[in-house]
């Protein structure tokens, strides 16, 4: 029988064209010897045809499973792993069904905890992520000394589930076990003050249920990153850097064994590991070198340029926090080398002026969505201010001119993770009129005015760097920096800035004892600069001297932050670590004040002196006792005492200072010291 269709189509047919139109419609759909079926009938058909194909699934499966617990491997206790086995990212790593045919469905959570005490988020947790692993439940959860909950490294390895003693050949050989890699992205999520900056962390977090050959599934480099910079807060990962610079020469911050060859210096002394080393490389060291690796592969492809941005970003953190400053210069050139191709440092309507099509401008595409948009925003503004405060104790020029940016203020961090669109007409730029003392209230947070006090350092550097330059020709070399209008531009400038915080985030600390770390540091950072700024002119110990009052000033203000977050209970390794580098600005300002008052005889503010400089020792040794770079900092700061104040010279001046002798030639007392540090 003939279908509905060519019966119409036949009717129509012998109306139009009755000479050429056959008797019969000619079916070209349907079988003519078949039957026609009703709707239910159909529906029968195929809930039938579903039957089969469930019981037939269900019987592949039965089968698999009897297959593995007939394994000798899953029926035996769980032995630790050796050498080669147990290494993260070897070939051995145990993967899961997370890929199996069969997607998981993940509840989203509705809070997660972080130091930033942020609001709700989308992103599957790592509770959540494990669950898709199987039905097995989570291993107890025990409190590490950070106050945070976590998975110790025994229950990371006992789960039972024969299902994780099976190998998936897709997951990345050089990762570590799913299990342990999603720890490591929850720590990195919970402790580190940017992380929700640098990854959106709904749409990461959703990236990892994909399968590893997936071109939606994060970077390696990316991955290997987060690996690196989590092994310094998780208690999981017990073989962090304990590594320390080699002594006796200029290059000490420098040293490595090639170094040491190249230039003939002493090797290492006993008891200190070559950086090059690889039998004693960490866990935290190798995955940097995984990731930088991958980096060098991928960037030349120019594949996936923004999830190589957060790999080096990230390994910027990593490098910088265990004092590994070639690294970190490394790292802040190769970053800016990424940022200018693709655009980052401009913004719609501020490109440059060119004839060329934009598609040549730069090689980035235009965002996918404007979660994307302020995700590239978060980045620019990182990599920018990476460069500005881990390079803050050098001279060196910056790869990139505050001139040459145009790129708009980011959104509230709040509005980023939440998805939510933000508008953009009236966002900041740095040539926005009054930029820096002006906070509108839509697009101001921690990280906004973290943003403008590493804007006002950098323009306390590049002043420092181009003043000869500019004016040395002119006045030959007489005329005082002081006097010069920029000067007093970028000097009331930073009294500007700190009286323009808005009133919601005068506090740092707040009197319930939480930290928000990003605005400490905004705090703090003004400070800084008003102590680099004045630090070469200033006349300590001269009445007269304005530029000596202000470094006081500002190093006291120093203090009374460190005063305040010691009061609390908070743990210095959720700060950004460049927190040891203002504190060793400080310590060192009121070394050279020490000096003059050891030099007029004034015990009583001798012995202030001293503890104010004890403060900021006793704070960076804490951070020092977890972190490299807070050891090198606190390192500089007591050779720096030792050198100015209580080393033993042939001279006539005797003083006490604090219940220390200090015995030192009046010639070498007056002798300013100096804050020359590297990164």
Request: net charge negative; proline share 9%.
């Amino acid at each position: 029988m003939p279908c509905s269709a060519c019966i119409k189509t036949h009717a129509h047919a012998l109306k139009s064209h009755p000479d050429s139109t056959g008797p019969v419609p000619d079916c070209s759909f349907d079988d003519p010897h078949e039957v026609a079926e009703g709707p239910k009938a159909k529906i029968q058909k195929l809930e039938d045809k579903i039957a089969r194909l469930e019981a037939l699934l269900n019987n592949t499966d039965s089968k698999d499973s009897e297959k593995i617990l007939r394994s000798p491997s899953t029926l035996a206790e769980p032995s630790p792993p050796s050498e080669a086995e147990g290494r993260p990212g070897s070939a051995k790593s145990t993967s899961s069904p997370l890929f199996s045919p069969h997607p998981p469905t993940i509840s989203a959570p509705t809070d997660f905890t972080s130091p930033s005490n942020l609001g709700g988020s989308h992103a599957p947790s790592v509770a959540d992520l494990l669950a898709c692993l199987d039905n097995t439940p989570m291993p107890a959860p025990v409190n590490n000394i950070l106050g945070w909950q976590t998975t110790t490294a025994e229950a990371l390895g006992s789960m039972p589930s024969p299902m994780l003693q099976m190998t998936d050949p897709t997951w990345p050989v050089n990762l570590p076990a799913p299990e342990l890699l999603y720890h490591l992205i929850e720590t990195f999520f919970t402790c580190v003050p940017h992380a929700n900056r640098v990854l959106h962390r709904p749409t990461f977090m959703a990236s990892l249920i994909l399968p590893p050959m997936s071109t939606g599934f994060p970077h390696p480099a990316l991955l290997h990153a987060i690996c690196a910079m989590a092994s310094l807060y998780t208690p999981v990962i017990t073989d962090r850097p304990d590594l320390e610079p080699c002594e006796g020469h200029a290059a000490a911050v420098f040293y490595t064994a090639v170094i040491g060859k190249m230039k003939n210096l002493p090797p290492p002394s006993p008891g200190k590991v070559d950086i090059l080393d690889e039998q004693h490389i960490s866990f935290g060291l190798r995955h940097a070198k995984l990731g930088k690796e991958h980096f060098d592969i991928a960037v030349q492809c120019g594949s996936c340029l923004l999830e190589l941005l957060q790999a080096m970003i990230i390994l910027t953190w990593f490098h910088y926090s265990t004092g590994r400053s070639v690294d970190v210069w490394i790292d802040v050139g190769m970053a800016h080398r990424v940022v200018t191709p693709l655009g980052l440092n401009t913004s719609q309507g501020w490109t440059p002026v060119s004839r060329l099509p934009p598609s040549m401008l730069c090689l980035n595409t235009s965002p996918k969505s404007h979660t994307e948009a302020e995700l590239m925003r978060n980045l620019f503004w990182l990599t920018y201010v990476n460069e500005r405060l881990y390079t803050a104790g050098t001279v060196w020029p910056f790869d990139m001119a505050d001139e040459d940016i145009s790129q708009m203020m980011p959104a509230n961090l709040s509005d980023f993770i939440s998805g939510q669109e933000v508008p953009i007409y009236d966002r900041q730029r740095p040539s926005s009129h009054k930029m820096l003392t002006i906070h509108p209230s839509s697009a101001t947070d921690s990280f906004t005015l973290y943003i403008k006090a590493s804007i006002i350092l950098s323009k306390v550097k590049t002043f420092n760097i181009r003043f000869r330059t500019k004016y040395n020709d002119m006045c030959d070399g007489l005329i005082d920096p002081r006097e010069t209008t920029e000067f007093q531009q970028i000097d009331s400038l930073i009294t500007a800035f700190k009286l323009s915080i808005p009133k919601e985030f005068k506090h740092p600390v707040t009197e319930e004892g939480k930290v928000d770390p990003v605005l400490y540091l905004a705090h703090t950072l003004p400070h800084v600069a008003s102590i680099i700024l004045h630090d070469p002119h200033a006349d300590v110990g001269s009445p007269n001297c304005i530029s000596s009052e202000k470094i006081l000033l500002a190093a006291r203000a120093i203090l009374d932050l460190i005063y305040k977050i010691s009061a609390t209970s908070y743990d210095l390794i959720l700060m950004d670590h460049v927190v040891s580098f203002c504190w060793f600005v400080c310590g060192v300002a009121l070394i050279r004040f020490l000096k003059s008052s050891i030099v007029a005889g004034n015990e009583m503010e001798t012995s202030r002196l001293n503890a104010e400089i004890e403060i900021v020792r006793f704070m960076s040794t804490h951070l020092g006792e977890r972190t490299l770079i807070g050891l090198r900092q606190i390192k500089l700061l007591e050779d720096t005492y030792d050198k100015e104040i209580g080393q033993l010279y042939n001279g006539e001046f005797m003083a006490t200072a604090g219940g220390i002798t200090v015995s030192a030639s009046l010639q070498e007392v007056n002798q300013e010291p100096s804050y020359t540090t590297i990164f």
